[in-house]
């Protein structure tokens, strides 16, 4: 008797709805045993479906039923074994494959390359690449993607290459045709994100263009992130202007883009165009990468807002985007709304522990931070490489120095972990600037892995706060080996010999700054007052309130003078007089930003500032003294942690 006429999804649909049967009871049912093209039917939609493992087993059941397999077998057995990375399957399936003469067929041959690619054997891959007599879109495809998934995007490119070239040279294939299409592109311009050169990128971008590719959605998705890991965000967002169909996968690329790369307001500014113009419904990715501008930019209003978004669409559960609430509420100066934050996760990954220790670190609370690590372990959750980068940065905020050392050596033989330059640099920071330059710089010389500039800045900065020229002079040696155009370093060896009186090397820095073409990265600070960033520089004068400002400052100096203080003038220029210095230290651009926020805010609010440059000492007492006279809390971020001013002291305890 023949098997009841059937659908193949429906017969999944049956499967899975019932808990008794089994799928061989349903075959029994539903298919003809003696028929391969049902069985091909099968095994094609039970792959489809993602139910790997059963298709699979109808595989093996049909060739113990002793039905020879056809062309239209082995495509989504193989493809079964790529999706499960079952290598032995896989293997014993291109055997069956050889033995019927189906393992040169373009669809199986395509499938098996997909198939060692994702089991990690790319040899394997290859070889079966090679011996395709006559390849399709598809088998390249196959054979780039399989380098791009294990690392290997150089041999991507060259085969891409060889590709272009054996193309040239064959008859009838003009510029419109050949074995590329849009998804060959796709991969290829994966591979140009991982090589990460602007060139190349450059070129693959105009070969799109020239084969009229540039209208694929996937491709123009594919080069917005590939300009950007060449760190080409221009074009990154002239690829994304220029697309005439954008889906979400579109917007949420480019709002990261700008995110990552320090372009908060722009990432913003896309996110609330997406909104505006409805173009796409977002989800939680947008919205964790919108928090991350956010977190750059300190716009802690459009934070809370996104917030908002988030409980409204019940993602606060989401890992990744409460994650990215706690590091957007951190580096915005809220490091308790952070913590409620935290608190209601229901499950927290390591990046949200870690996310909770840098908070508390940058914000000087390195015993909190301490804390929440031992609740991470005792919750099971074991700490990485970052988490460890994160406790000792704690302990160097707060000079921890026994607490940090203590858990440089756990983080080695408790769990595990090899120390990386950023740990040491952490590590020399702490000894440093607690005063222990001689141990720091030892450490640095029994490191395994070459230093590089970030841990010789560290020693630097640390030699000037302690006043030290000899280490100070190796340690600016060694980093304008490494990195001569950073006007930094040159700046800190110049404040160690201004700190010493030593003006005529001061003077010599400055020429030599001069006559290589160095030039000093310029302060600013960015204050948000009702949604809206407002930028200052060192004396800026274009601010349209400058003039207010300027009074203010005026005002609040005398006050500042009768509160005690006196400028510290020990670093700047020995070349111009006591008054001179005075007013270069007045119009440094925190200073005048703190003055914008409190003229332009009411009584209690706190005024929040950020800064590119650590806050230099007079800026420090000055804005520690306002807190006072004013009654107001500062909060001024700058590259390394957040100072917290209130009634004229410093959550930092003047160690930073």
Known sequence: MKAAKWNPRVLLQRRHCSTNANITTLFNKYVDKTNVFSWNSIIAELARSGDSVESLKAFSSMRKSAINPNRSTFPCAIKSCSALCDLISGKQAHQQAFVFGYASDLFTSSALIDMYS??????????????????????????????????????????????????????????????????????????????????????????????????????????????????????????????????????????????????????????????????????????????????????????????????????????????????????????????????????????????????????????????????????????????????????????????????????????????????????VDLFGRAGYLKRAYNLIMDMRARPDFVIWCSLLASCRIHKNVELGEISARKLLELDPNNSGYYTLLSNIYADAGRWEDVKKMRVFMKNHGVVKSPGFSLVELKGRVHVFLVGDRQHQQHEKIYAYLKELSWKLLEAGYVPSVGSVLHDVDEEEKEMTLRVHSEKLAVVFGIMNSAHGVTIQVIKNLRTCEDCHTTVKLISKIIDREIVIRDPKRFHHFSKGACSCGDYW
């Open 118 to 427: 994702k089991c990690g054997e790319l040899d394997d891959a290859r070889n079966v690449f090679d011996e395709i007599p006559h390849r399709n879109v598809v088998s390249w495809t196959s054979m780039i993607n399989g380098y791009v998934q294990n690392d290997s995007a150089r041999e991507a490119l060259l085969l891409f290459k060889e590709r272009l070239v054996e193309e040239s040279s064959e008859v009838g294939v003009d510029d419109d045709g050949g074995c590329v299409d849009g998804v060959a592109m796709v991969a290829i311009l994966a591979a140009c994100s991982r090589v990460c050169e602007k060139n190349v990128t450059r070129g693959v971008h105009g070969f799109v263009i020239k084969r009229g590719l540039d209208e694929v959605l996937g491709v123009g998705n594919t080069l917005i992130d590939a300009y950007a890991k060449c760190g080409m965000v221009d074009f990154s967002r002239k690829v994304f202007d220029e697309m005439n169909d954008k889906d979400l996968i579109s917007w949420n690329s480019i709002i990261a883009v700008c995110a990552q790369h320090g372009l908060a307001d722009e990432a913003i500014g896309v996110f609330q165009s997406m909104v505006s113009n409805a173009e796409a419904d977002y989800n939680a990715i947008t919205l964790s990468a919108v928090l991350l501008a956010c977190a750059h930019s300190g716009a802690l209003r459009v934070g809370k807002e996104i917030h908002v978004q988030v409980i409204k669409m019940y993602l606060e559960s989401n890992v990744f985007v409460g994650t990215s609430i706690i590091d957007m509420y951190c580096k915005c100066g809220r490091v308790n709304t952070a913590r409620r934050a935290f608190d209601r996760m229901n499950f927290k990954n390591v990046k949200s522990w870690s996310a909770m220790i840098a908070g508390y670190g940058m914000h000087g609370q390195a015993r909190e931070a301490l804390k929440v690590l031992s609740d991470m372990i005792n919750a099971g959750v074991r700490p990485n490489s970052i988490s460890f980068i994160s406790v000792l940065s704690a302990c160097c905020h707060a000079g921890m120095v026994d607490e940090g050392w203590h858990w440089f050596c756990a983080m080695q033989h408790r769990f595990n972990i090899k120390p990386s330059v950023e740990h040491y640099g952490c590590m």
